[in-house]
């Protein structure tokens, strides 16, 4: 994979992770966290599609490479929730 097939591919997952992030109505951070929360979101959501039985709906191909955005944004959804969720009852309502 060639450096702008991989500056592509982390792009997207930037994309997929703020639109999931922003669903959920909770920001975790920057643009290197949406990076990170779009790749868990990828494989979340993906873990969710196979359990469930559920077809690939959007994939974009970059270099041979797959990446399922419809189901990143709603892995980084789900992911984004649940550590607001943790983050709620460890840290409190108070501090954010």
Known sequence: ?????????????????????????????GCLVSIVVGFIGAYLGMWIAGKFDLPKIFEITVE???????WAVIGSAVFTAIVALFRRIFVGRDRI
């Open 1 to 29: 994979m060639t450096l702008i097939g991989f500056l592509v591919l982390l792009l997207i997952a930037a994309i997929c992770g703020s639109i999931g992030q922003a669903l959920a109505g909770y920001d975790l951070g």
């Open 64 to 70: 041979g490479k797959t990446f399922p955005v419809v």
